[in-house]
């Protein structure tokens, strides 16, 4: 007899399945990643094929299969995907989450990494920070759960105390000149802090970061994750940068 069980669950992205049928990969609060087909869901009677769309939140029960689980029931916990895709900006930046999740995270149960999805999703949703900002923040915090904490205090290699004013990635951070290797790429103390603020949550002052220094910050925690996902992600040459005083709302609508 089919092991049927209920979750909490965010969904990370969905395909195509026959004329009707979708694969939905969700992120879930106690089972880790699920891949289930949920019938029927793009037939317009579908009870429940709008809770399914990405970027949702759902309590979803559903049956083991297989291969593939089978999704019986939705209801809905977040409604994050239309406002998300009413905003260009937040868009790009929740796409780019959620393919970082599906990168960082197995079939184990990982809740930290969940509730850390979530809670920025809600934030984009809500247009609470930049979405540059939010996005930013939810990689250096995502890696640091996955076990690629960065410094951007202390020297990376050898611990000595900063401010420090190289930044290698491939080191995990900021180094002191006696770890520094030659040519190491300095930085400005404005974007280590922002990226100390993004790291730790401190909104007040990346809310106040400029333009300039909010672009150098992206490009250090684009390449951080790149480094340690070992290939790139192909969402993230699509984030629309955001400009301060902005909660990153635009005229674009999601894929326009």
């Given at each position: 007899m089919p092991k049927i069980y209920r979750d909490e669950a965010v969904v990370l992205r969905t395909h195509k399945l026959g004329e009707a049928d979708r694969i939905v990969t969700m992120l879930s609060r106690q089972h880790g990643k699920i891949r289930a087909v949920a019938k029927g869901v793009r037939r317009t009677a579908s009870r429940f094929g709008s809770r399914l769309e990405p970027f949702m939140v759902a309590d979803v029960q559903l049956y083991e299969g297989r291969s593939l689980d089978v999704v019986t029931q939705a209801e809905t916990l977040g409604a994050y995907g239309t406002l998300i895709a009413d905003d260009y900006a937040s868009y790009t930046a929740a796409n780019a989450m959620v393919e970082t999740a599906d990168r960082l995270t197995d079939?184990?149960?990982?809740?930290?990494?969940?509730?850390?999805?979530?809670?920025?999703?809600?934030?984009?949703?809500?247009?609470?920070?930049?979405?540059?900002?939010?996005?930013?923040?939810?990689?250096?915090?995502?890696?640091?759960?996955?076990?690629?904490?960065?410094?951007?205090?202390?020297?990376s290699r050898c611990g000595a105390p900063g401010p420090h004013g190289s930044l290698v990635v491939q080191l995990g951070g900021v180094v002191c000149a006696d770890c520094a290797p030659p040519g190491a790429p300095k930085i400005d103390p404005e974007t280590i802090a922002l990226l100390g603020a993004l790291l730790t949550g401190d909104w007040t002052l990346a809310d106040g970061s400029s333009e300039q220094t909010r672009s150098r910050a992206s490009g250090v925690v684009a390449a951080y994750t790149q480094w340690h996902l070992e290939r790139g992600l192909r969402s993230l040459q699509h984030v629309q940068h955001d400009r301060p005083g902005s909660a990153g709302r635009t005229d674009q609508k999601a894929g326009g």
């Open positions: 079939a184990e149960a990982s809740l930290q990494q969940y509730l850390l999805l979530v809670g920025a999703l809600r934030s984009l949703s809500r247009h609470e920070h930049g979405p540059t900002l939010t996005l930013d923040s939810y990689l250096l915090r995502a890696l640091s759960l996955a076990g690629w904490a960065p410094s951007f205090q202390d020297c």
